[in-house]
């Protein structure tokens, strides 16, 4: 029973999870917001009457151009219409310095690289700068001049920045100052993200259609109606399968990109929504902040909707196989070969995904039970809103549906759907129990890393461990090391390259008296499994 337990909490109440917004704070400024920024719980807002955080005014601003708090958190950028920038130390309150564009111009948007060490401007002509300050002095260079730029992100995997032009959608290498091929549209581009978990791009229109491509914007992937509105922001959902879009009467659309259809609109603000998936990294709670054209900061709770099952069976399963083929401290080559063998792993991976889906689908299945109801020759098995499995009777008589008990197994769909994969049906009035099992062939294929992959893998590790302990023992021996404790730590990950493909790395950990220095080998130069 403690194997299921942590499974079970964590789905527990997944019975009840529901894709629906429920807002936790209305925040009520004296204005109407026009941009915000965060840094989780760091909150900076920008409204016609000047910058709070949160509600607390920062009075020696004013009326800004764009705000924007650096992806660690550690600086605001504000611009404002006097062609100023400020940067502001957001822990500590306090303004760090000011500096002067250029006349005529006017940043509106702030973009960071990934860790925040690079800063890019747009300007209310729709040009790129780079801003650098070198000492005290702010150093402002136009990018290009050959394209537009009405909006940009940035894409931490590639290290681009991802910009619309006007009807036009293209990556911009900042390091060889170019720009990557360009994908034209007949309207206008009017919202972009990008999700690096997913590897992916959406982009919003003002036809109210969604389009979403692969990272590298060489296959569409999804195009969805969502709104007769124009699409105004697109916010993924860090982990699971959802998107939030707004639109320019107020509207928040959640969708669902497995089954790729929205399963919930509400409007909760007036004019065009501005939203951000906030993931808070101390309880690993998510949430999304909204804004619109009126008064009001609206934060919503996130933690309800049902996750996605198949990346906690991916992970939960990769753990198990991690743990299973770490070769034992003493454990000779033909002993490791002999207990990883094909029959054993392949057995392994089957029955423990199993228990895996067996225990999600009986924790979001808890409250209900099955109804079960004979149609000519077959008994037909209804079970919450899965579909209805039919089991033939073999010529068994059953006319009362009365005393049947059965034990089920289930299986998991890619789009997220539980299936009953096989069942075992008994009665006193039946001579024999029935047995259902699901056609494999309908069942999704589970990819797996090649086994013999995963022990040369495995055997690397096993090496870098012996020759520790051989250096450890000779430097002992010299006196040269004395009572410094040398150990290593490692462990095998399935993971993905900057470009989505899948590799297989070896992380290993140096541990000497409790302190770490980690040193991470690739070994993306084997086949992905």
Known sequence: MKKYLFLYLLVLGMSEMQAQLRIIENYDFPEE??????????????????IFYWKRPLPEYSKENAIAISPLGTELLLANPRGELIKYNPIIFKEISKHNF????????????????????????????????????????????????????????????????????????????????????????????????NYENAVGFSTGEVVFYNQALTAELRRSKISHAEITSISYHSIDHYVFIGDSEGTLFVYNTLKDTVISSEKIHYGDIKSE????????????I?????TQLKLWDLNYFEPNYNRI????????????????????????ADRSNENTLATLKTGYRQTLVDSLAA?????????????????????????????????????????????????????????????????????????????????????????????????????????????????????ELNDVELDMESVLKKEKDSL????????????????????QRNTADYAAG
């Open 363 to 479: 924790s979001k299945y808890k409250s209900s039970e099955p109804i079960y109801s004979v149609f000519e020759d077959t008994l037909q098995v209804a079970f919450a809103d899965l579909k209805i499995v039919k089991i033939p009777l073999n010529s068994q008589k059953l006319e009362l549906t009365v005393c049947i008990t059965g034990t089920f197994k289930f299986d998991l769909l890619p789009n997220n759907d539980f299936i009953i994969a096989g069942a075992n049906i008994s009665s006193p009035f039946l001579p024999m129990p029935l047995v259902y099992s699901k056609d494999i062939k309908l069942l999704p294929v589970q990819k797996e890393p090649s086994i013999a992959l995963l022990r040369e893998l495995a055997n690397k590790e096993y090496d870098l461990k012996v020759s520790l302990s051989s250096l450890v023992d000779k430097l002992r021996a010299k006196g």
């Open 33 to 50: 917001i026009t941009g915000f920024s965060n840094y989780s719980w760091r909150m900076y807002v920008q409204t016609n009457k000047g």
């Open 102 to 197: 250029p006349k005529g111009i006017i940043i509106e948007k702030f973009i960071f690289d990934g860790l925040g060490q690079r800063v890019f401007g747009i300007s209310d002509k729709n040009n790129l700068y780079d801003i650098r300050f070198e000492k005290e002095k702010m150093v402002l260079d136009p990018i290009s001049n050959d394209f537009f730029v009405s909006n940009g992100v940035w894409n931490n995997n590639l290290n681009y920045m991802l910009i619309a032009d006007d009807r036009y959608l293209f990556y911009y290498d900042i390091n060889e100052q170019k720009s990557l091929d360009r994908i034209a549209f007949d309207y206008h581009v009017t919202a972009i993200a990008t999700s690096e978990s």
């Open 313 to 336: 069976v991916n992970e939960k399963l990769a753990q198990k196989m991690e743990g299973f083929l770490k070769r034992r401290r003493n454990e000779t080559s033909q002993a490791y």
């Open 277 to 288: 998936y906030l993931k808070n990294s101390t309880d690993n709670q998510s949430y999304l």
């Open 500 to 519: 989505g493909n899948e590799e297989l790395n070896l992380h290993i950990t140096y541990v000497s008296q409790g302190i770490r220095a980690e040193a």
């Open 290 to 294: 909204t804004s619109g054209g009126d």
